[in-house]
Each structure stands twice: as structure tokens, then as C-alpha cells.
């Protein structure tokens, strides 16, 4: 089993900035894959980053240039440094480990409500 301990998220102005980190541990062997998605009211969730372990990104294409993923392998940890946030981002995000892109577990998810 997996655990993801995800922190960060909140509140932030249009324009503005913020970074998500989620930490993994437990029974991560195989897992190559990390990233986060997020479900906005009313929708269903999306992925919106990932990377794997040797650093290759895959963005929503709504996000492309403004969010940035990276990673710590030693630390088993992903960021996504979230810049130029709208509205409609305003989502609960989910920190996800997987293999080969494809999610097998999802963390418990941080709020991120981006408003004036």
C-alpha cells in the first residue's frame, strides 16, 4: 500500500502563485510515475501533471506554461509549482502515483481556490 501525504494548496489572488508537495511512502516499488489531478465543482477529475522517475512531464494543455512539476526521487516527493493561477483553476487538487501514466492511487487532495 501507498501513502501520499500532500501539503500546500489554499487561497491565492488571480495572478498569483502557489506550490503543492505530496510525499509518498510505503510499498512504492514499480511506482514510476507521480503527478497530480485536480475536480472542480461540478466536474469530473482531471489529470493535470505528471512526471516519472526519469523526469519526463506530461501537462493539460490548459496549464502548459504555467504550472511546473518536478520531483525528488531520494525523497519519493512531487512538486507542482503553480504560477499566473485563474479562476478556473479553483479546484481540489489530488496528488497521484502511478506506472507508466496511468494513476493507481489518489491522495486525499488539498483545496486550492484561486478568487479576489
Known amino acids: 500500500q501507498v501513502q501520499l501525504v500532500e501539503s500546500g494548496g489554499g487561497l491565492v489572488q488571480p495572478g498569483g502563485s502557489l506550490r503543492l508537495s505530496c510525499a509518498a511512502s510505503?510499498?512504492?516499488?514499480?511506482?514510476?510515475?507521480m503527478g497530480w489531478g485536480r475536480r472542480a465543482p461540478g466536474k469530473e477529475r482531471e489529470l493535470v501533471a505528471a512526471i516519472t522517475t526519469g523526469g519526463s512531464t506530461n501537462y493539460l494543455e490548459s496549464v502548459k506554461g504555467r504550472f511546473t512539476i518536478s520531483r525528488d526521487n531520494a525523497k519519493n516527493t512531487v512538486y507542482l509549482k503553480m504560477n499566473s493561477l485563474k479562476p478556473e483553476d479553483t479546484a481540489v487538487y489530488y496528488c497521484?502515483?502511478?506506472?507508466?501514466?496511468?494513476?493507481?492511487?489518489w491522495g486525499q487532495g488539498t483545496q486550492v481556490t484561486v478568487s479576489s
Open positions: 510505503g510499498n512504492i516499488f514499480g511506482i514510476n510515475t
Open positions: 497521484m502515483y502511478g506506472i507508466n501514466w496511468s494513476p493507481l492511487g
